[in-house]
């Protein structure tokens, strides 16, 4: 078994000069900086809100908010990090809203009852995408990650759909490595065991599953 | 290597982020225990099911209609001059 290969993204050698030219004011400059994260955040801001117009928000609040602050940007992570961190915070911000009856926060859910071996192991059927339409494992998928916790839910789209580094992602979330890498694992593992119940191997006789 | 181990190392062996002997014990244990084995294959067909899954894209006249509008706040904001978060 070989390791999952990370998510590679567009090359950042010229972000720099980018926003070093934004902050001298050069708002084409700024534009390409949205061209090149907009998808990004909007995904982000999706799979944290579960809201398309939220989203939307989030996509203009983020941007215009670094704009905004570019001058407080000290260069000392990736710009794409440090958008990252607004727009994670955008989204919890509108998700509080919807959701007043919930604290909702990073740390939600920290402390599960759940350390231990996964229980019931069922093998997956070889090509378990196929044993859906499209639009059906759309459904399945969304669904199956909105029923994280907002915690787990972020470091996963961040680390494993984003392809951020474990260290990016701490920078963004303000969390400590070791904070991250647990997150993920249980993130990683509530999906696997949620999408097992659609994707296991179907039992032989009449089925006992 | 104990299954609870090898649930300890899981996150670091997915992302090749092992060291070789870590990794070695892990592969001889995943090469006789069954059930471990499943989770790690499944857990890796799960990040990679959503990492194709392009849940969430942006369409493009949203997008475009996303961008004038930020820009145009952009330049709106140039006027009054900087703000604080």
Not at chain 1, 155 to 183: M, N
Not at chain 2, 37 to 60: M, Q
Request: charged fraction near 35%; glycine fraction near 4%.
């Amino acid at each position: 078994m070989s390791a999952i290969q990370p998510n590679v993204r567009e090359p950042v050698s010229d972000e720099l000069a980018l926003v070093r030219a934004a902050k001298r004011g050069d708002d084409k400059a700024f534009e390409e900086l949205v061209r090149r994260y907009d998808r990004n955040v909007f995904r982000i801001a999706q799979h944290i809100t579960q809201n398309r117009e939220d989203a939307e928000d989030v996509v203009q609040d983020a941007f215009l908010k670094a704009y905004g602050n570019l001058a407080q940007f000290q260069e000392q992570s990736k710009f794409y990090t440090w958008l990252v961190r607004i727009a994670v915070n955008e989204a919890l911000m509108k998700l509080r809203r919807r959701r007043p009856e919930r604290m909702v926060s990073l740390d939600e859910d920290v402390k599960t009852e759940d350390d231990s071996l996964p229980r019931e192991v069922a093998d997956w059927s070889p090509n378990p995408e196929q044993m859906y339409k499209q639009a059906e494992l759309r459904e399945i998928l969304t669904r199956t990650i909105q029923g994280l916790p907002a915690g787990f839910r972020t470091v996963f789209v961040l680390r494993d759909v984003e392809g951020l580094s474990t260290e990016e992602t701490a920078q963004a979330l303000e969390l400590s490595i070791p904070a991250v890498k647990s997150r993920l694992l249980r993130a990683r593992l509530q999906l696997r065991e949620r999408l097992s119940r659609y994707f296991q191997k179907r039992a032989s006789g009449d089925g006992d599953q | 290597m104990k299954c609870s181990e090898f649930l300890d190392e899981l996150t670091n062996y997915l992302d090749g982020a092992l060291d070789d002997r870590t990794k070695s014990e892990l592969e001889d244990h995943l090469a006789w225990c069954h059930n471990c084995y499943v989770v790690c294959d499944t857990t890796r067909k799960t990040i990679e099911i959503y990492r194709n899954s392009e849940l969430y894209e942006l369409p493009d006249d949203l997008r475009g209609r996303l961008r004038s509008a930020i820009m145009s706040k952009c330049a709106q904001h140039k006027k009054p001059g900087p703000q604080g978060v």
